[in-house]
């Protein structure tokens, strides 16, 4: 099969990779020198422009920072819509609004192609591991197709409906997990400071009602849990910065629908408090931190 795929960042690198070790035939681009060469010592083929990339592909991918980037590739600047084939399949990762993910399915499905919004859960090393979650909104043609090139890059693949509805899953997703990591780095710091080792702390709470996925697999206390960021200064996984803008997204989704959401609201000024004060490249999880005296 020959791919195309733009965003060979942090997410997107590793994931075209998955698809160049699968046997595919894969062009990327990007603007970063960096990502393109680690792409190329992979066996990707790397192309010096949008256009190019996509001479001849049945599949097109995007993994980018951005809803106007996404509009820019695909109906703007490089209007790639005009240049691809009938039937052409168009998958679009990037975590973006909800308003562009469904505009872009409009103007995909005019120009006679199939697309399909498919945002990620599962960081940096769900995509080296090819352990991703895809959240997929778009017909049921277009996800049957696409299914065999997602099973390449992840491990779990959800159909959630129409067009725009894997973003919105994933936004509904992140402002869930973003209040209940801060809640869980509020709870150990407190039995911290109070005497509690965070360790036998987690362990029972593990076993207790207040068990969830930042104990399971994401304790933001140092040194509580084995290769997780916490346990490395809050280096790696994902940064505060993502985290602010994917509730920012949630946000704004919610104020379109009338939509009261006071936990994400809170969860959102706390996460902007740890970008202010410097932290907007290190995990999410660092939110334990503001908790610690």
Known sequence: MNIAFF???NMGGPMAANLVKAGHTVKGFDLSPASVEAFRKVGGTVADSPALAVEG???VI??????????????????LFGRLLPQTLVIDSSTIDLE??????VQAQRQGLQFIDAPVS?????????TLTFMVGGDSEAFARAQPVLDIMGANTFHAGAAGNGQLVKMCNNMLLAVHMAGTAEALALGAANGLDPKVLSEIMLQS????????????????MPNVPSSNDYQGGFMVNLMLKDLGLALDIAKGSDQQTPMGERARTLFQEQ???GLGEK???????????
Do not use: H
Not at 122 to 130: F, N, P, S
Not at 283 to 293: A, G, L, P
């Open 100 to 105: 562009t993910a469904r505009d872009m399915a």
């Open 7 to 9: 965003g060979l960042g």
């Open 275 to 277: 970008s202010e004060q």
């Open 122 to 130: 599962g960081g940096t090393a769900g995509a080296v591991a090819g």
């Open 283 to 293: 995990d999410f999880s660092c939110i334990y931190q503001r908790f610690v005296k």
């Open 57 to 59: 592909v049945d599949v």
């Open 62 to 79: 995007s993994m980018l920072p951005n809803g106007q980037i996404v509009r820019d590739l695909y109906t703007g600047k490089d209007n």
């Open 209 to 224: 009602s207040g068990s969830n996925w930042s104990l399971q697999k994401y304790n933001p206390a140092p040194d509580v």
